[in-house]
């Protein structure tokens, strides 16, 4: 596992790009104590995705938090990213550790699976994320997965990351599950207000210590 995520919980902001406004926006996230930051992008525009992950980089080296790319192992691997997101339809983990390297934060989604998650972690993914929690405007169709399935996957020795329709007022449960870390997309980044928001997410978290 990773020793990025070693002492590391709380939100695991993800960016909604894109936007003209994308570094100014995940800038305030990371203000606002986001402890992971994800740059998702589905678009095909590869130059701007290249610019704006390396931008991205660069901030996040500065406020001491690791950046993961959501599917693309190739741009992680050109920019030096701390790692990689993979969902279902992505990359094999086995060939993306293999070109980002050992130390890489490889983040794989379990959706609502248990023996999904159970496989990757045995394949060495650094953490492990189930979802949907709560009804997500960023996909209105996503399996729901239930707080007993944190509990359960607590035995499975990795992070456990919340996605998923999730609120400063609904995380609480799922901290209280076992999530290490609340994602959030529109929660953070569709405020009026990108610091306020990350902080009031940020802030489940501060009477808990930082380290199961």
């Given at each position: 596992?990773s020793?990025?995520?070693?002492?590391?919980?709380?939100?695991?902001?993800?960016?909604?790009?894109?936007?003209?406004?994308?570094?100014?926006v995940?800038?305030?996230?990371l203000?606002?104590?986001?402890?992971?930051?994800?740059?998702?992008?589905?678009?095909?525009?590869?130059?701007?995705?290249l610019?704006?992950?390396?931008?991205l980089?660069?901030?996040?080296?500065?406020h001491?938090?690791?950046l993961?790319?959501?599917?693309?192992?190739?741009?992680?691997?050109?920019?030096?990213?701390?790692g990689v997101?993979?969902?279902?339809?992505?990359?094999?983990?086995?060939?993306?550790?293999?070109?980002?390297?050992?130390?890489?934060?490889?983040?794989?989604?379990?959706?609502?699976?248990?023996?999904?998650?159970?496989?990757?972690?045995?394949?060495?993914?650094?953490?492990?994320?189930?979802?949907?929690?709560f009804?997500?405007?960023?996909k209105?169709?996503?399996?729901?997965?239930?707080?007993?399935?944190?509990?359960?996957?607590?035995?499975?020795?990795?992070?456990l990351?919340?996605?998923?329709?999730?609120?400063?007022?609904?995380?609480?449960?799922?901290?209280?599950?076992?999530?290490?870390?609340?994602?959030?997309?529109?929660?953070?980044?569709?405020?009026?207000?990108?610091?306020?928001?990350?902080?009031?997410?940020?802030?489940?978290?501060?009477?808990?210590?930082?380290?199961?």
């Open positions: 596992m020793t990025h995520l070693e002492r590391r919980r709380g939100l695991y902001a993800i960016t909604d790009g894109p936007r003209d406004d994308l570094i100014d995940c800038a305030c996230a203000a606002g104590g986001a402890r992971l930051l994800q740059y998702r992008d589905k678009t095909g525009d590869s130059s701007r995705r610019a704006e992950a390396s931008a980089l660069g901030l996040c080296r500065t001491g938090v690791p993961i790319v959501n599917d693309d192992v190739l741009l992680a691997q050109a920019i030096g990213a701390d997101h993979l969902g279902e339809d992505d990359a094999d983990l086995a060939e993306a550790r293999e070109r980002l390297g050992a130390h890489a934060i490889i983040g794989v989604s379990c959706y609502d699976s248990l023996d999904r998650a159970a496989n990757l972690a045995r394949q060495g993914a650094s953490y492990l994320a189930f979802g949907a929690f009804a997500s405007p960023t209105p169709g996503a399996r729901h997965a239930s707080t007993g399935l944190l509990r359960a996957a607590r035995s499975l020795g990795r992070p990351v919340a996605i998923g329709g999730i609120t400063p007022d609904n995380a609480p449960g799922l901290i209280d599950a076992g999530a290490d870390f609340v994602a959030a997309i529109s929660g953070v980044f569709g405020s009026g207000d990108v610091q306020s928001a990350a902080a009031r997410y940020a802030s489940l978290f501060n009477d808990a210590t930082d380290i199961r």
